[in-house]
């Protein structure tokens, strides 16, 4: 009985033994399989996904600097095709009630509408363009020497600045201004922007396309949207048309906006009798179209005319009616009239022209907002969010057929010309060798004794 109870014992503790040795096998085991997967992973995870956005974004901010570059190099082209799709927002409306009310064919609507347009433009041009271009050469000239008289208070004045530090700021801001004058502002401008004869052909860039955009728009639009993948059609187009909204919506309220800008501070030039009020409310209403920014400089120019015309309490009062209609501009026209159509944070406003401006000069800072707007519109409802849902889905693009019966034919006559002239070769051929029935067996049998010889 002893030995029968010892071995079971024996042979219940060799049993509990001998399974301790391979768990601390496949202990090591593991450790070291643990081992090999870091030392072949020593990259953190987020390493490497900030590593894979990196050059994610490389390539896209190469993308956008080629885009730009491309813009810039094509700006003769590019800025007339802009302007004329700023002036096509705007005249499209006229062109419609032309052909509902007066019931006129959209041809004979688009010209009139287009000649309306140069002739009020010629005529505002024939009225006030003698006392535009001499004043404003005189404009930049009593802006830099109001510039030296406010400099000369603060240092002569209460404030005691530095003589040094004043005078280089007065250099700078004189050659902002013009600094040698009207002679030097205009061969300076004309050296900086264009050509008169880029001026001439953007001009007619501009009026040729504007009149088939008018025309032909919704033709070539589709024409665009059809270069692109069949599923994302529909949503480029919806989202193109809320994008037009906004750029129509922004431009008029633009225009008002300046022309209350215009006529505001030019009545109270002409109130307080400083010269130039005519030339000082144009450029009021041309530097309004800078959103923040242009409306502050030309402001702050009319208060220097006013400084150097009629002292210093017609300054102040300038500038007290140049502070109150930019409150009634950003308080009151902004909102009301932008409302719900250009949903701008002020400070991506100004982001938005300091960046056009420093990209592509003032022309940057012209289109920077309208962009960045209509951008805004489309991106917001291609991710989800339609800030116009009255539109509705019913206005769809043409689809693309996948042939056209012109191409179809010229396709189908170039491959039976191939076809034709791959037989006659063949025919030709042949009739060298004999025969192409017969040589391609003779063929056959000289090949095979090779194949078996090898």
């Known amino acids: 009985m002893s030995a029968p109870d010892v071995a079971p014992g024996t042979a219940r503790t060799t049993t509990a033994d001998v399974p301790a040795a391979p768990a601390t096998g496949a202990t090591g085991a593991t450790g070291a399989a643990g081992d090999a997967v870091d030392s072949a992973r020593p990259v953190p995870q987020s390493v490497r996904t900030a590593a894979s956005w990196s050059w994610r974004l ?46 006129l064919p959209r041809v004979a609507a688009c010209m009139i509408a287009l000649l309306g347009l140069v002739v009020f433009v010629g005529g505002l041009l024939t009225l006030a363009g003698r006392s535009i271009v001499k004043g404003i050469g005189e404009i930049w000239d009593q802006a830099a020497e109001g510039i030296q008289k406010v400099t000369d ?59 088939f955009f008018l025309l032909d728009g919704r033709t070539i639009w589709a024409w665009l949207v059809g270069l692109l993948p069949r599923g994302s059609r529909e949503h480029v187009h ?24 215009a006529i505001g501070i030019g009545l109270g030039a002409a109130i307080l009798r400083v010269p130039l009020a005519l030339p000082l409310a144009i450029l009021v209403f041309l530097g309004s179209f800078v959103p923040i920014v242009g409306a502050v400089v030309t402001g702050s120019i009319a208060v220097l005319v006013a400084l150097v015309a009629q002292g210093p309490g ?82 769809h693009v043409p689809v693309r057929g996948r042939g056209h019966p012109v191409l179809d034919r010229a396709i ?7 076809s034709e002239r791959q037989a006659e070769a063949d025919e030709h051929d042949g009739a060298g060798l004999g025969g192409g029935q017969a040589t391609g067996r003779d063929a056959g049998a000289v090949a095979t004794p090779e194949r078996d010889h090898r």
Not at 74 to 94: D, E, G, H, R, S
Not at 238 to 260: D, E, F, P, S
Request: hydrophobic content about 55%; charged content about 10%; glycine content about 10%.
């Open 238 to 261: 919806q989202a193109g048309r809320r994008g037009l909204v906004t750029l129509g919506a922004y431009t008029r309220t633009q225009i008002l906006v300046a022309a209350v800008d």
């Open 412 to 418: 189908a006559q170039v491959v039976e010309r191939e």
């Open 153 to 211: 208070w603060l240092s002569s004045g209460p404030l005691g600045l530095s003589s040094a530090d004043l005078s280089n700021l007065t250099d700078r801001l004189q050659e902002l201004g013009g600094g040698g004058g009207s002679s030097q502002l205009v061969s300076g401008a004309l050296h900086a922007t264009t050509t008169v004869g880029h001026v001439l052909a953007g001009t007619l860039i501009a009026l040729f396309c504007t009149f």
């Open 314 to 395: 017609a300054a102040l009062i300038m500038l007290a009616v140049v502070i109150a209609v930019q409150q009634i501009e950003g308080h009151v026209l902004q909102p009301f009239l932008m409302g719900h159509a250009v949903s701008l944070h002020p400070v991506a406003v100004l982001l938005a022209v300091a960046a056009g401006s420093f990209t592509a000069g003032i022309i940057g800072a012209l289109f920077a907002v309208p962009v960045a707007a209509v951008l805004n519109t489309m991106v917001l409802y291609l991710h989800g969010h339609d800030k116009f849902p009255q539109l509705g889905r019913d206005d």
């Open 58 to 103: 490389l390539l896209i901010g190469a993308a956008l600097a080629v885009g730009l570059w491309l813009l810039t190099a094509l700006k003769v082209v590019v800025v007339p095709v802009a302007v004329a799709l700023l002036v096509t927002v705007l005249l499209a409306p006229l062109v419609h009630w032309m052909q509902a009310r007066l019931r």
